[in-house]
């Protein structure tokens, strides 16, 4: 891999950003199917994309026909189900080793017989993926994930167990968001830039431990929740916000960034840092 620039002279041309979707860009709703993406939100994304050439990314636990119909008519490179998709810059399309047809079906078959008879529990078939969604009755957070466990560990070879806020998933088993950013590294334009990584939820980690080897920016949305990412936006907003402060001066608000994150640019004798912006905070 190309030797990473240093912070203090990066531009939008020399960044690589990877975005995270709910919980990240979007407020989490009561069913994934409820949230929807305000117009000027598209429009900064659009803008920063066209503005680094194109290397921005969307790296989601969503499908990427359910990423474009969010955001749609913007069609962004995009990961989808926690890497087993991958949409390159090109436009390029594709999977990894798909689970089978059996393992998805019994899989589905065991969440679907332990939700029915409780109220408040979803599933969600991603095709390639199920997810099962307790934001509806968090009070059985505990039979949840022990039911997904047993679940999980009849089809182990084909689909793994991945935990988020509110939801239990099985995901095809090897599809990690670090490969999903790896595998966008190894391409133009991403390849020999600053990665920036931004995510919200226990998925996001592997991305942000691979981020942070490469000396990049890993930041967790969270106001307090303990993470190996560098940096804190705090929630929602502040990543709009420090998006919409990427645009109108990238060289401050990476700055920003950088200087709450101890270690990141491999940069020799750093020119000191700019403080922080005030939605920009140092892991405590
Ligand atoms: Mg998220």
């Not at 407020?27 to 194109?54: N, T, Y």
């Not at 059985?140 to 793994?160: K, N």
Request: aromatic residues 4%.
């Amino acid at each position: 891999m190309a030797e990473i620039p240093c912070i203090d002279d990066l531009t939008l041309s020399g960044i690589a950003l990877f975005l995270d979707v709910d919980g990240t860009l979007l407020e989490i709703a009561a069913r994934p199917q409820a949230v929807s993406v305000p117009d000027d939100l598209r429009e900064r994304l659009r803008a920063l994309f066209l503005a680094s050439g194109g290397a921005v990314a969307l790296v989601s636990g969503r499908a990427i026909t359910s990423l474009d119909a969010l955001f749609a008519p913007l069609a962004l490179p995009s990961a989808g189900l926690h890497g087993f998709e991958h949409r390159g810059a090109s436009g390029a399309y594709r999977t990894r080793q798909p689970p089978s047809g059996a393992a998805l079906q019994a899989a589905r078959a065991a969440m679907l017989h332990f939700a029915l008879p409780h109220a408040g529990l979803m599933v969600e078939d991603k095709q390639f993926a199920l997810a099962l969604h307790y934001r509806g009755a968090p009070q059985l957070e505990e039979s949840v994930v022990t039911a997904m466990r047993r679940i999980a560990a009849d089809v182990r070879d084909e689909l793994e167990l991945q935990r988020g806020k509110m939801v239990v998933e099985l995901r095809p088993a090897g599809a990690t968001k670090a490969e999903a950013v790896a595998a966008f590294l190894e391409e133009a334009p991403f390849a020999g830039r600053l990665p920036i990584f931004i995510g919200d939820d226990f998925t996001d980690e592997p991305a942000f431990e691979l981020v942070n080897r490469l000396a990049g920016l890993s930041v967790v949305v969270s106001a307090a929740r303990p993470s190996a990412a560098r940096a804190r936006l705090t929630d929602v907003a502040a990543v709009r916000g420090w998006l919409g402060g990427l645009q109108a001066d990238p060289g401050a608000a990476l700055r920003a960034l950088s200087a709450a994150q101890a270690g990141a640019s491999g940069c020799d004798d750093a020119s000191p840092a700019a403080p922080p912006a005030r939605h920009v905070r140092s892991r405590a």
